[in-house]
């Protein structure tokens, strides 16, 4: 009679099976979400300056135009009182 033959051996995991393997995969998801983040935050950044830059130069508009109005209805009060003056002195002249 004969004796049932066996053979041991022993199979290593793939590579994608390993310790290393999830490790290093866990490293470069961790980085690969901190690089977006990262450029979220600095496209957020520059949003903000852009904006912050366009509202000051409209609010310096909208105070030269505060300006420009007051100066034009002085003026204008100017003129009005100088024809009221002159529109009395004829008044009381004729």
Same mark, same amino acid.
């Given at each position: 009679? @004969?004796?049932?033959?066996?053979?041991?051996?022993?199979?290593?995991?793939?590579? /994608?099976? +390993?310790?290393?393997?999830?490790?290093? /995969? @866990?490293?470069?998801?961790?980085?690969?979400? @901190?690089?977006?983040? =990262?450029?979220?935050?600095?496209?957020? *950044?520059? +949003?903000?300056?852009?904006?912050?830059?366009?509202?000051?130069?409209? =609010?310096?508009?909208?105070?030269?135009?505060?300006?420009?109005? &007051? &100066?034009?209805? +002085?003026?204008?009060?100017?003129?009005?009182?100088?024809?009221? *003056?002159?529109?009395?002195?004829? &008044? +009381?002249?004729?």
């Amino acid at each position: 009679m @004969a004796l049932p033959v066996g053979l041991a051996f022993q199979l290593s995991p793939n590579f /994608y099976q +390993s310790w290393w393997f999830h490790g290093i /995969y @866990a490293a470069v998801v961790v980085l690969v979400v @901190a690089a977006c983040h =990262t450029m979220r935050v600095r496209q957020l *950044r520059d +949003s903000e300056r852009a904006l912050l830059l366009r509202a000051e130069e409209r =609010t310096n508009e909208l105070q030269q135009e505060i300006a420009n109005r &007051r &100066r034009a209805q +002085s003026e204008s009060n100017l003129q009005q009182n100088q024809f009221e *003056r002159l529109f009395q002195m004829r &008044r +009381s002249g004729s």
